[in-house]
């Protein structure tokens, strides 16, 4: 799954789609056909809707916050966001037609394409369909924005970081879980809480409630380093993801426990189901 560091580089790589309109919106059959069942697959809000909002609209800039990506879209005095989450195997690509994504998966599994008014397309994919994308009027109407933490380099994120491991909601949940919330920080999932937690020495099982404050803030460093280390090398390329350009990333190779049988000062890792996912550690140099 997508984390802060590769929904950052996506933000990224698709600065190319800046200042070009929305001419048309296709929808996949299976967005449709899942729309008339009632489930809102990947478009959470009526397709109509949707595609009434995006389309002749122009594409002002792109954001990001947490792990939403979003666009803002403008015509005249109209004012539109187009916020997109990219789930467990999203991408978006944007090129002169569907035969340039490499990867047959992706090319198979577009689920919406954006028409571009350079004749380029917008094009958003997603294999296992639980990315999602909607439009909304302003940011401040999606409530899982206005809940988010502040972004980890925002002035005020190691505060409130700290704050919100020590509230009493917190206190007996292991520190993992506590850190994936992105009330708490914004953007850590699975890999990088278990990196970040490998660097700082803290024990995922550990109950956030008994992490000093001190060593908080040393682990608040550990996610910024862990997330800065990651956008140098161009994030993570494992299972389903890829960036929107169908390159991909090196910090894989980087990594000190995730998916390692051993941690770099030789001990064997530990694996662990935290949080509803398999966690990675060293009972030596973590506590
Ligand atoms: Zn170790």
């Not at 700082?200 to 992490?211: D, Q």
Request: with cysteine.
């Amino acid at each position: 799954m997508p984390e802060l560091p590769e929904v950052e580089l996506v933000k990224r790589e698709l600065s190319t789609v800046q200042n070009l309109k929305i001419e048309r919106v296709e929808v996949s059959e299976k967005v449709r056909s899942g729309h008339n069942s009632g489930k809102l697959t990947i478009v959470k809000e009526p397709v109509d809707t949707f595609t009434d909002n995006a389309e002749n609209m122009n594409i002002i800039s792109l954001g990001r916050r947490g792990k939403y990506l979003y666009f803002i879209l403008q015509n005249d005095d109209e004012v539109k966001y187009m916020i997109g989450h990219l789930g467990m195997s999203g991408a978006f690509f944007h090129l002169k037609t569907l035969d340039e994504i490499v990867e047959q998966n992706f090319r198979k599994h577009w689920q919406v394409i954006f028409h571009l008014s350079d004749e380029t397309m917008l094009v958003y994919a997603d294999i296992r369909r639980f990315g999602e994308l909607r439009t909304i009027d302003r940011l401040g109407d999606f409530l899982p924005v206005v809940r988010m933490a502040p972004e980890y380099d925002d002035e005020g994120a190691l505060e409130h970081f700290i704050s919100a491991v020590k509230h009493p909601r917190n206190a007996g949940k292991a520190i993992k879980a506590v850190i994936m919330d992105s009330t708490v920080v914004t953007g850590a999932g699975n890999i990088y809480a278990c990196e970040s937690l490998y660097d700082s020495g803290i024990l995922p099982t550990r109950k956030a409630g008994n992490v000093s404050v001190k060593r908080l803030r040393e682990l608040f460093h550990s996610i910024v380093d862990v997330f800065e280390l990651s956008l140098s090398q161009g994030g993570s390329t494992i299972s389903d993801y890829r960036s929107s350009t169908g390159g991909s990333g090196e910090m894989q190779n980087r990594f000190k426990v995730y998916q390692r049988k051993t941690c770099p000062a030789g001990h064997n890792i530990m694996t662990r189901v935290i949080a509803g996912r398999n966690t990675f550690y060293c009972t030596k140099c973590q506590r």
